[in-house]
């Protein structure tokens, strides 16, 4: 485990925001327990939930999405330090210009918190019949349930009513169902219904 906290290392001296601990535990232990083989996700950073996802199992497949040029070549450096170049497939790219034809049993959203729903409307045709699309920072730091007045920050305000909306679409959506766990910063999990 040495070289994951020195992944958490480099992630906090260089304000790299990665998944917190209890939100990874979800997610490893939803992967394991849901027996997910493919995994989509949107927003790697420098690799650290990608690598923690595929060391779930040793036929866990994932894809990621990276549009931050100095990230992406981290993340890469840290998938060949793992060893996990045949199991992690990583694009450089704007994941909205993006198409992929594969399909994923989890689509992990973790990218622009204001483009939640632009991610999923992109990349719901890529989700297996019983798979899952989860959404990190559903809570935003605390911001979604702070009165709207408190917020001073307009940048901050506008992601916040982004995610409101997107809870809003998600609670409502006729074709999926979702449940919101109190779980890090607050994770969506949503489902096809029936
Ligand atoms: C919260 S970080 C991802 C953390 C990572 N999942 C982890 O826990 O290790 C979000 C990342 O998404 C990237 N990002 C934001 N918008 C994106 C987009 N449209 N396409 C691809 N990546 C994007 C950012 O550059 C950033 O590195």
């Given at each position: ?21 209890d ?6 232990t939803?992967i394991?327990?849901?027996?997910i083989k493919n995994?989509l996700?949107i ?6 939930s ?7 199992n ?12 100095a990230?992406?070549?981290?993340a890469?450096?840290n ?7 045949d ?11 993006v ?6 049993d ?19 045709n890529n989700l297996?019949?019983?798979g899952?699309i989860?959404t ?11 009165p ?8 901050i305000?506008?992601i ?7 809870t809003y ?21 949503t489902?096809?219904?029936?």
């Amino acid at each position: 485990m040495k070289d994951i906290k020195e992944l958490k290392e480099y992630a906090s001296v260089n304000n790299i925001p990665i998944m917190q601990d209890d939100g990874i535990d979800f997610l490893t232990t939803f992967i394991v327990k849901k027996q997910i083989k493919n995994v989509l996700e949107i927003g790697t950073a420098i690799g650290y939930s990608a690598i923690m996802m595929a060391r779930c199992n040793n036929d866990v497949h994932i894809t990621t999405i990276e549009k931050d040029e100095a990230r992406y070549m981290e993340a890469l450096k840290n998938i060949k330090k793992f060893d996990l170049e045949d199991r992690i497939t990583l694009i450089f790219n704007d994941a909205l210009n993006v198409k992929l034809d594969g399909e994923y049993d989890l689509i992990f959203i973790d990218a622009a918190k204001g483009k939640n729903q632009d991610f999923f409307e992109h990349f719901e045709n890529n989700l297996s019949m019983n798979g899952y699309i989860i959404t990190d920072n559903m809570h935003f730091h605390g911001y979604v349930e702070m009165p709207e007045e408190e917020i001073t920050s307009k940048n901050i305000l506008g992601i916040v009513r982004k995610i409101k909306d997107y809870t809003y679409f998600l609670e409502n959506h006729m074709l999926y169902k979702t449940t919101i766990y109190d779980i890090g910063d607050g994770v969506a999990v949503t489902e096809r219904r029936g």
